[in-house]
C-alpha cells in the first residue's frame, strides 16, 4: 500500500491541465477556458462554476448549487460539505460518492471538447455519472457473487490507517489483479486528520 500526503490549501492545483496551471508553469498557451471563454480557466471554474458545469449539476439528482459568493476554490467546495456530514453522515457519504463521479465525468466531458472536438450534452454526463455510480454501489454494498483463486500472501496481524497532521489530506491506494485472468482493480480513497471522508475511487474489471 503506497501513501502520499498533499495540501488542502493547493488541492491539485497545478496537478490538473487548466489554464491556471498553464500559466503558473509558464507555459505559452490560452489560459480562458475552452467552452465559455472565461478569461482564467481554474479547476474551480471547470468542475463547478463554467456555465456547462452547473447544468450537470443542477440536472443531477444531487441538484447542489455550485457557485461560491468569495472563492472559485475546490477546497472551499470540500469544506462546504462538512455540515452534510456532521448532520447525517450516511446520507453525505451516498452523496458525496455521486458528487466524485458527476466530478469525473464533468472532467473526462471537458477533455473530449478540447482534444476530440467532442461534445457532450449535460444530461450525457449526468446519465453517465449515474451509471457509473450505481455500478460502483453495486460493487461496494454486495458480497462478491463469486470466488477466485489468488495467490496467498502474509499480511501483517493488524492494520491501522494514521491520519495525516492539519492541513493535509492523505492518499491511500492499493491495486490487485487475478493471475489467471490478467484483469485487476485500482481503489483510491483520500481523507483529512479526522478521517473525514473526501473523495473515493474504485476501477473493477467488468
Same mark, same amino acid.
Given at each position: 500500500? /503506497?501513501?502520499?500526503? *498533499?495540501? *488542502?490549501?493547493?488541492?491539485?492545483?497545478?496537478? %490538473?491541465?487548466?489554464?491556471?496551471?498553464?500559466?503558473?508553469? @509558464?507555459?505559452?498557451?490560452? !489560459?480562458?477556458?475552452?467552452?465559455? =471563454?472565461?478569461?482564467?480557466?481554474?479547476?474551480?471554474?471547470?468542475?463547478?462554476?463554467?456555465?456547462?458545469?452547473?447544468?450537470?449539476?443542477?440536472?443531477?439528482?444531487?441538484?447542489?448549487?455550485? #457557485?461560491?459568493?468569495?472563492?472559485? @476554490?475546490?477546497?472551499?467546495?470540500?469544506?462546504?460539505?462538512?455540515?452534510?456530514?456532521?448532520?447525517?453522515?450516511?446520507?453525505?457519504?451516498?452523496?458525496?460518492?455521486?458528487? #466524485? +463521479?458527476?466530478?469525473?465525468? %464533468?472532467?473526462?466531458?471537458?477533455?473530449?471538447?478540447?482534444?476530440?472536438? /467532442?461534445?457532450?450534452?449535460?444530461?450525457?454526463?449526468?446519465?453517465?455519472?449515474? @451509471?457509473?455510480?450505481?455500478?460502483?454501489?453495486?460493487?461496494?454494498?454486495? $458480497? !462478491?457473487?463469486?470466488?477466485?483463486?489468488?495467490?496467498?500472501?502474509? +499480511?501483517?496481524? #493488524?492494520?491501522?490507517?494514521?491520519? $495525516?497532521?492539519?492541513? +493535509?489530506?492523505?492518499?491511500?491506494?492499493?491495486?490487485?489483479?487475478? /493471475?489467471?485472468?490478467? @484483469?485487476?482493480?485500482? =481503489?483510491?480513497? %483520500?481523507?483529512?486528520?479526522?478521517?473525514?471522508?473526501?473523495?473515493?475511487?474504485?476501477?473493477?474489471?467488468?
Amino acid at each position: 500500500m /503506497k501513501l502520499h500526503t *498533499i495540501r *488542502i490549501a493547493n488541492p491539485l492545483l497545478y496537478g %490538473i491541465a487548466v489554464g491556471e496551471g498553464f500559466i503558473a508553469r @509558464k507555459i505559452p498557451i490560452n !489560459p480562458a477556458c475552452f467552452r465559455c =471563454g472565461e478569461s482564467l480557466e481554474t479547476i474551480g471554474h471547470t468542475l463547478l462554476t463554467c456555465p456547462f458545469a452547473r447544468a450537470v449539476w443542477f440536472g443531477s439528482s444531487l441538484s447542489q448549487l455550485t #457557485s461560491m459568493p468569495t472563492s472559485n @476554490k475546490i477546497s472551499d467546495w470540500l469544506q462546504c460539505w462538512n455540515p452534510i456530514f456532521s448532520s447525517d453522515k450516511k446520507l453525505a457519504q451516498a452523496r458525496f460518492s455521486l458528487a #466524485s +463521479f458527476l466530478l469525473w465525468f %464533468i472532467w473526462k466531458a471537458h477533455n473530449d471538447l478540447i482534444f476530440n472536438n /467532442k461534445q457532450w450534452s449535460p444530461q450525457q454526463v449526468i446519465s453517465m455519472a449515474e @451509471k457509473a455510480h450505481q455500478e460502483f454501489s453495486s460493487v461496494v454494498c454486495k $458480497p !462478491p457473487s463469486v470466488s477466485v483463486e489468488v495467490e496467498e500472501r502474509n +499480511f501483517p496481524s #493488524s492494520l491501522s490507517w494514521t491520519p $495525516p497532521n492539519e492541513p +493535509f489530506l492523505k492518499i491511500n491506494c492499493d491495486a490487485a489483479w487475478v /493471475k489467471n485472468s490478467g @484483469k485487476g482493480g485500482l =481503489g483510491i480513497i %483520500i481523507r483529512d486528520n479526522r478521517g473525514f471522508l473526501y473523495m473515493l475511487f474504485l476501477q473493477v474489471p467488468p
